[in-house]
Structure formats: structure tokens, C-alpha cells
């Protein structure tokens, strides 16, 4: 029994890396070099692993069942367009003003998602994507309507770094924003207010006796989701030059709700896990036929709620654990 | 004033195929707290039921509807026993996960069959013509859609009042518990009213086609205004679904009538309203 107990006790903070996390991040760095004709796809992955991300927030710490979360992710998105349409194009400011808006949005909206029940905020969640893409298919003159917004003059980075075909400032670019926003959420869910937020998600109604406030907490949480959602959608803009109206689409919020679970929700690196997984697999497969990829992604659906819940780090622990009594 | 009736009318039409489609979800909801987002796809699945029977084997309208009833019926029963029945103490995420699952199974496999576009109707030349009554002009489809939910209702209305089936099934909605306590097999009459759920849902799908017209996509696009009509009527209400579906597809009528550029923007806008200001439903008595 050498294992250090704070490794054996789940729910307390681990603050320490553990090695695994570090090889996990050297894994990117790799494939930047590696795959040098594959940047933007991988650019891609950052983008949509910093989105899942921003819903493990919501969903696998503070236990909300959002299925609207693309509304967050398409408000950065057309923010960020509508800056560098109006003159704003430098990068890192329209990239901080597109969170911003988001994140005041995602506040305005969690006074109507934390007071309800699982029903009532799926509902609401749902309700508000579908409004937002309404919004944007509606004021055409302004977000470009069903065709979005294209050849947006995005600034040089530093003043010096344009994003360019090859995908090389894109994927650097995106990695850079994945990896500061993963640093700041992991301090976020192992500091005290992390810690509230899964007792609150393990028993709602305890967590008033100790004195916590609990609709508080998941809006603040709600609100910090909703921008670093509406970041990865500003720099899916940045770097492609493009928004569509897609990215506030239902589609969507289903597509990233399942990365996650594929993943694993509620450990944040099941939210990397998912996103490289989906968006590689999509690669793969939807250029054969788009039916048949939305017929295999809802059996895989299925089969995940069915037989393997806790996704592929879930499966991994159990993995673990079972090797360990072994020994 | 004649347009103002024409619109009524019509989202009366609407609101009816609503009601028909969702009912079958209510009583999901209501009983075993259930999200079912699938539930569309039973709809679905009729309506290209009934389009194949049609085009394959010239069979008539009408006589396509009781067989597409008992086709999904049976092919709910079918799912729910072998699938659903596993997830009643499910969270919610997971319910949610699994129905989006199969509803892009549903999707993914319609377009397989039945090609990305949207499905024709041959009605039958009885249905086709237009009645008028007063001096306004109706629609004889329409009219037949009316009559037929409210004669479905009225019927219903009644088995669910006068027999041991309808008592049974209220004891349940009410309080599960207690029901399972009094002897009654909740486990079964969930499976009945899941297969009729089912049913009426697949019919009501056939009978949409000419006014909501049918293409792979119909599962997802419509699956919001099937958890409206439960959510605001309260799950487990008929009546309250009944009344949700009416103003439902009266306001979503008159809105892209007289507003079309707003577009569906009245329905979300009124759905978040609505959901805020009545978490329980209209007529909802319970969490």
C-alpha cells in the first residue's frame, strides 16, 4: 500500500501533474510536427476540444444537461466575425471581446437554466439554441444569414503571424488558446469552488447546509462555460476566416454533448479525449457517406449508454481498477 | 376577418397533428419520467410507412392508416421492451443521449432508404377539394384531420374515464408507487400505452405528411414542438396537451402568416417564456 492516499480518495483535489498529464500534452506538440499536411485538421481538434471542454463545465461538474451549448459557441463565433468585419482584426482582443460577450450572455441565460429541473433546463437550453439560430437566420444583412460570413480580414498575430493556408499559426494559435484555457479550468475544479460545484452535482440538496449558495455557484460556473464556449467558436472564425450558420445549430450542441460523454464527462480530459476522437473519425468516415456516419454515430450513441457509461477514461479507470485487484 | 378564420382554422388542423403525435409522449413523460427526444421518429417512420405502401402496392390512403397504427405500434412495443425498458432509472443525460442516438439512427436510415428529399402525397380525390362552409373556404383534408383527432380524442377521452385499462393507467400517472401497490402491473401498462403511444404517434405521422410534409429530417426538426406541447401542458395531462397543442400550432400558424420574417422566432421565444413562468406546465400538478 505505497500508493499515496490522496490518489486513492476521489473527489479531493489533486493539484500535483501527474506524468500521464504531461505525456498527454506532449502528444499535440508531436502531431504539429508530425503531421505537418494535416495542421488544420488538427487546428480543428484544438477548436472543438477547447468547446467540449467548456461543456464539461457545465454538464460533468456542475450537472446541468445543456442542449443548446452551440448557442454560446456560435455568439463567440459571429462576435469575433462581426469584429473584423467592422475593423476590429486584431486577433487576441476580438478573441478576449468575443468571450466577454458570451460569457455576459451565458450569464443572462443561466438566471433562466439553474432554477429548473432536468426537464426544465434541457428545455431551456434547447429552446435558446434554436432562438439564436433563428436570430442569425433571420438579421441577414447583418450575420449573412444561412450562407454566413466569409473572407473575414482577420489582423496578423503580434502584428506579424497571418493564419494562412498551411494551418501553421492556426494550429499553434488554437493550441496556445486550449492549453491557457485548460490551466485555468483545472485550477477552477480543484479550487474550493470546483469542489462546491461536484458536491453540488453529488447532492444538491445538502450542499445549502454547509452553506453554500448553490444556484449562485452554477451560474457563475454557467456564465464562465459560456464564454470559454464562445472563445472556441472566435477561434474557429479566426482561424478559417469563416462563419457559418451551423455553428449555432442543434447539430451542434448534439455533436459536442457526445464528445464529451464519448469521452467522459466531469474530468476534463475526457473532453480532449472526445473531441480528437470525433472530429479524426469524422474525418475518416463522413467523406464516404454523410448518411452513414450519422447512422454509426447514433449507434455508437446507443451502445455508450447502453454498456460503456463513463466513456473512454470511464472505461479506462474501470480498466485500471481491475487490474489493480489483481495484482 | 375570412383570412383571420382561414388561419384559426389551419393552426386548429396543426395543433390537432400535434396533439395526435405528442400524446403518446405525454404519457411517456408523465409516467415514467422518460425524456424520449425519439419520439419524433416514430411519426417519421409512419409517414414513410405509409408512402411505401402506397407507391409499392397501390394501396389507398385510408387503408394504409390502421395498418401504419399497428406497424409502429408493434415496432414500439418492439423497442421498448428490448430497449427502453433498461432506462427508466436512467439519468436524464443518459435518456437523452441514447434517444438523440436513435433518432440520428432513424434519420440516417430514412435517407438511406427513401432518398434526402421531401416525400409526395397522392391523396385521395375526396380529400383533395376545398368545402365551403359559411362562405369561407376550408380545406377538406383539413376538415378530416379535425374531425378525426376529435373523434380519436372523444374516444379516448371516454376509455380513459370509463374503463379499467383508463384507471388503471391514471393510478399509475398519479402515483406509480401506490398504483404498483395496489396490484396493478405498471410495468406492463407502460409497455401497452408505449406501443399505442407509438401507434398513434406513426399515424399521426402519415396523416402530417400533407401539412407537415416528411423528409429524414422531420424527427429532428419537429422533435422540439413535441417536448413543447408535453412540457407546457404538463407530462402525464392529456387534456393539458391538448389545449398546449391547440395554441401551439394556432400561434405558430398565425405567426409565420403575418410575421414570416420572424420566422420560428415566436414559437422559441414563447417556448423559454412559457417554460420560466410554468416549470409544472399549464396544467401540471407535480414536479
Known amino acids: 500500500m505505497a500508493a499515496a492516499p490522496e490518489a486513492e480518495t476521489p473527489g479531493v483535489a489533486r493539484p500535483r501533474w501527474h506524468p500521464a498529464e504531461l505525456a498527454f500534452w506532449i502528444a499535440p506538440v508531436a502531431a504539429f510536427f508530425a503531421f505537418p499536411d494535416r495542421r488544420l485538421l488538427l487546428s480543428q481538434i ?282 | 376577418m375570412r383570412t383571420l378564420i382561414g388561419v384559426l382554422f389551419d393552426g386548429v388542423a396543426y395543433g390537432s397533428l400535434l396533439f395526435l403525435i405528442s400524446l403518446g409522449l405525454s404519457v411517456t413523460m408523465g409516467l415514467m419520467n422518460f425524456v424520449n427526444l425519439a419520439h419524433g421518429a416514430f411519426a417519421m417512420m409512419g409517414g414513410f410507412l405509409c408512402v411505401a405502401l402506397m407507391r409499392r402496392f397501390g394501396m389507398s390512403f385510408g387503408l394504409t392508416l390502421p395498418l401504419v397504427f399497428v406497424a409502429i405500434g408493434a415496432a414500439g412495443a418492439v423497442l421498448e421492451l428490448a430497449l427502453y425498458r433498461r432506462l427508466y432509472r436512467a439519468s436524464a443525460l443518459d435518456q437523452v443521449l441514447f434517444t438523440i442516438g436513435l433518432t440520428f439512427m432513424a434519420g440516417a436510415a430514412a435517407t438511406w432508404l427513401w432518398g434526402p428529399s421531401q416525400q409526395p402525397i397522392e391523396l385521395p380525390p ?39 385499462f383508463g384507471a388503471q393507467l391514471r393510478a399509475a400517472v398519479d402515483n406509480p408507487r401506490a398504483a404498483a401497490g395496489m396490484g396493478i402491473n405498471v410495468g406492463l401498462l407502460f409497455s401497452i400505452t408505449f406501443a399505442l403511444g407509438a401507434g398513434l404517434s406513426g399515424l399521426g405521422g402519415a396523416l402530417a405528411i400533407d401539412v407537415l410534409g416528411l423528409d429524414p429530417t422531420f424527427a429532428l426538426k419537429y422533435m422540439v414542438y413535441f417536448l413543447l406541447v408535453v412540457v407546457v401542458g404538463g407530462p402525464g395531462s392529456i387534456r393539458g396537451s391538448l389545449i398546449a397543442a391547440l395554441v401551439l400550432g394556432v400561434a405558430d400558424v398565425a405567426g409565420k402568416y403575418y410575421v414570416p420574417q420572424l420566422g420560428g422566432f415566436i414559437i422559441y421565444a414563447s417556448m423559454i417564456v412559457l417554460l420560466v413562468l410554468f416549470p409544472h406546465g399549464l396544467h401540471g400538478r407535480r414536479a
Open chain 2, 126 to 164: 375526396s380529400l383533395r377539394h376545398q368545402i365551403t362552409v359559411l362562405g369561407i373556404d376550408l380545406g377538406a383534408y383539413r376538415l378530416f384531420l379535425v374531425a378525426f383527432v376529435v373523434v380519436l380524442t372523444a374516444a379516448m377521452g371516454l376509455g380513459i374515464a370509463r374503463t379499467r
Open chain 1, 46 to 327: 484544438f477548436v472543438y476540444a477547447l468547446f467540449a471542454l467548456s461543456l464539461d463545465l457545465v454538464l460533468g461538474y456542475a450537472g446541468i444537461l445543456s442542449l443548446g451549448h452551440a448557442a454560446f459557441f456560435g455568439t463567440g463565433a459571429y462576435t469575433a466575425a462581426l469584429l473584423a468585419q467592422h475593423g476590429w482584426t486584431e486577433p487576441l482582443s476580438g478573441l478576449l471581446a468575443s468571450g466577454a460577450v458570451s460569457a455576459a450572455f451565458g450569464l443572462l441565460v443561466s438566471l433562466l437554466v439553474v432554477r429548473g429541473s432536468d426537464l426544465g433546463r434541457l428545455m431551456v437550453t434547447l429552446g435558446v439554441g434554436l432562438l439564436m439560430y433563428e436570430v442569425a437566420n433571420q438579421t441577414s444583412s447583418l450575420t449573412g444569414g444561412v450562407d454566413g460570413l466569409g473572407d473575414l480580414p482577420i489582423g496578423a498575430l503580434f502584428g506579424k503571424i497571418r493564419f494562412g493556408l498551411d494551418g501553421r499559426a492556426a494550429c499553434a494559435y488554437s493550441f496556445a488558446i486550449l492549453l491557457g484555457v485548460f490551466l485555468l479550468a483545472r485550477r477552477l475544479v480543484q479550487s474550493p469552488n470546483g469542489l462546491a460545484l461536484r458536491g453540488i452535482r453529488e447532492n444538491v440538496r445538502r450542499m445549502p447546509a454547509i452553506g453554500v449558495d448553490v444556484n449562485q455557484r452554477l451560474r457563475v460556473v454557467f456564465a464562465i462555460a459560456a464564454g470559454v464556449a464562445g472563445i472556441a467558436g472566435a477561434v474557429m472564425t479566426q482561424t478559417t476566416q469563416l462563419v457559418g450558420i451551423d455553428s449555432l445549430g442543434f447539430q451542434r450542441s448534439a455533436e459536442v454533448l457526445i464528445m464529451l460523454v464519448f469521452g467522459g464527462a466531469g474530468r476534463l480530459y475526457g473532453a480532449l479525449v472526445g473531441a480528437t476522437v470525433f472530429i479524426v473519425a469524422q474525418d475518416a468516415l463522413a467523406g464516404i457517406s454523410p448518411d452513414y456516419w450519422q447512422f454509426w454515430l447514433g449507434a455508437v450513441l446507443v451502445v455508450l449508454v447502453l454498456i460503456a457509461r463513463g466513456g473512454l477514461l470511464g472505461a479506462l479507470d474501470a480498466l485500471r481498477r481491475r487490474v489493480k485487484r489483481r495484482r
